[in-house]
Antibody, heavy 121, light 107 residues
Framework: QVQLQESGPGLVKPSETLSLTCTVSGGSISSYYWSWIRQPAGKGLEWIGR???????NYNPSLKSRVTMSVDTSKNQFSLKLSSVTAADTAVYYC???????????????WGQGTLVTVSS | SYELTQPPSVSVSPGQTASITCSGDKLGDKYACWYQQKPGQSPVLVIYQDSKRPSGIPERFSGSNSGNTATLTISGTQAMDEADYYC??????????FGTGTKVTVL
């Protein structure tokens, strides 16, 4: 079955750019939306954005000015960049596949194991 | 902005029924889904499209959605069901919105 694995630096300095990659295995990345979701320690889930394999994106309005997502179908990977990070961006970052039926936005399944990113100097 | 509100905690005795609510404006007009998250683990989908169970999810998990409230019901709750549960829906302005989360304790 499809599995997702996040990778990237676990420590990022304030004001710099957080960069993460999600590698999809066990299936093709094509013809799906893929998302990033984060969770600060002890807190709830926050959707960051989604990307279709064509490159079309939608972002959370609260993060839109700082988020860029991209996809590399040849590597079965998609990526997240979050600029100008602060301590408030410290969280576990998850990647997930979006499943949906026609006309609906869908749900997330499966999720990656998550990667902790700490913003600190 | 669109918000989904859940009770912070629900307690249930083993073998009894746990009900977790998720409230949002006209939520019944949208599709709701539910995730289970155990400590240190990634969320797992347990209900999608209001009431459908993914393959591998026990039948004791069921869902409904009407009016302003979606409900996740766990019948015959087991100790292994102790976890945090999050609802989720789509809003045309905010995108994917998650509920505030409910910690289910099996006493």
């Amino acid at each position: 079955q499809v599995q997702l694995q996040e990778s990237g630096p676990g420590l990022v300095k304030p004001s710099e750019t957080l960069s993460l990659t999600c590698t999809v295995s066990g299936g093709s990345i094509s013809s799906y939306y893929w998302s990033w979701i984060r969770q600060p320690a002890g807190k709830g889930l926050e959707w960051i954005g989604r990307i279709y394999t064509s490159g079309s994106t939608n972002y959370n309005p609260s993060l839109k000015s700082r988020v860029t997502m991209s996809v590399d179908t040849s590597k079965n990977q998609f990526s997240l960049k979050l600029s100008s990070v602060t301590a408030a961006d410290t969280a576990v970052y998850y990647c997930a596949r979006v499943l949906a039926v026609a006309g609906t936005a869908g749900w997330f399944d499966p999720w990656g194991q998550g990667t902790l990113v700490t913003v600190s100097s | 902005s669109y918000e989904l509100t859940q009770p912070p905690s629900v307690s249930v005795s083993p073998g009894q029924t746990a009900s977790i609510t998720c409230s949002g404006d006209k939520l019944g007009d949208k599709y709701a889904c539910w995730y289970q998250q155990k400590p240190g683990q990634s969320p797992v989908l347990v209900i999608y499209q209001d009431s459908k169970r993914p393959s591998g999810i026990p039948e004791r998990f069921s869902g409904s959605n009407s009016g302003n409230t979606a409900t996740l019901t766990i019948s015959g709750t087991q100790a292994m069901d102790e976890a945090d549960y999050y609802c989720q829906a789509w809003d045309s302005s905010r995108g994917y919105v998650f509920g505030t989360g409910t910690k289910v304790t099996v006493l």
